[in-house]
């Protein structure tokens, strides 16, 4: 009975961690969160606090800054004002001054040159996590061309890979993300494997070979063809190895099918920099024989 109260009561919370991650450009008050999540408004605030290990005014604008952050390293066209706008600030000194106080960092100095490792430590982690109806479908994966880069090392290091990836793509258009897929290879599980042993290789499709004398040590590859067990997962990309997780613990096991020797590989449909995390797709490939 108790564990049936308790799990109310987080999915009550969780009503309002989805609310707000999909309103960041919203007035998010008191009174409404405590409306969607059904409890007291006069208690709401401190109930909110001690599930989550902060007001919630500071959650929000931890969601709000860490958008924010993803925006100012991927966009670097997009002009400061426009991201503290739309991070709720009504100029950019303050959302300066309060994004220095979170990060270490002004927005110019972040944008410049993010340091992701310090990145992770500082953010708090989302505290919503969809809970996914996992749809497996087989389908037949055709032979893929790729232009790859191989990241080795802290997983919280794959955007600033994915940031040289970026650069690669746009200096030589060999690649372009318009009219190209992307895909991360997993090698190895992060929440299993050391850091300085892990390897994830993010790629996107070509139509032929690419030169391989270019300073960003950008390769040819090759995602082989044949038979895959494919899920959906919409959300954070934090999340993904959940997803992936279940693949191999539920799916799997039940479905009687046999895993072919090449990793577990992810599709991006989008990216967190262009749409809200909420609105992240990715498709998940798990090879079979």
């Known amino acids: ?18 609310y707000i991650e999909q309103h960041l450009d919203d007035p998010l008050t008191v009174e409404l969160l405590s409306e969607i999540a059904h409890f007291s408004p006069f208690h709401f605030h401190r ?13 929000i604008q931890w969601m709000r800054i860490r958008r924010a952050s993803y925006r100012l390293a991927f966009n670097p066209l ?21 994004f220095k106080q979170a990060l270490g960092k002004t927005p110019s100095q972040f944008r410049q040159q993010p340091d992701w490792l310090d990145w992770h430590q500082r953010i708090p982690e989302q505290k919503y996590i969809r809970t996914q109806t996992m749809e497996v479908k087989i389908v037949s994966f055709p032979d893929t061309p790729i232009a790859m880069l191989t990241h080795r090392g802290s997983p919280d290091l794959i955007n600033a ?12 258009g060999l690649s372009p993300v318009c009219t190209s897929q992307t895909y991360g290879i997993a090698f190895h599980d992060p929440e299993t494997t050391a850091a300085e042993e892990f390897r994830f290789d993010i790629s996107g499709s070509v139509n032929a070979p690419i030169p391989e004398d270019n300073p960003f040590g950008v390769v040819n590859g090759l995602i082989p063809g044949g038979r895959c067990a494919v899920a959906r997962h919409q959300g954070s990309h934090q999340t993904l190895t959940e997803s992936a ?3 191999y613990s539920e799916w799997l096991p039940a479905s009687g099918e046999e895993l072919r020797d090449f990793p577990l590989y992810f599709h991006y449909f989008n990216f967190v920099h262009e749409v809200a995390e909420h609105e992240l797709l990715t498709d998940i490939y798990l090879p079979l024989k």
């Open 1 to 18: 009975m108790f564990d049936d109260k308790t799990d109310a009561y987080a999915r009550r919370f969780n009503k309002v961690f989805s």
């Open 47 to 59: 109930q909110f606090t001690t599930y989550c290990g902060m007001p919630i005014g500071r959650y």
């Open 78 to 98: 997009e002009k400061i004002i426009d991201i503290a706008l739309d991070a709720g600030f009504q100029n950019p000194e303050s959302f300066s001054r309060a």
């Open 161 to 172: 890979t994915a940031t040289h990836f970026i650069e690669w793509r746009k200096s030589t």
């Open 245 to 247: 997780r279940r693949l």
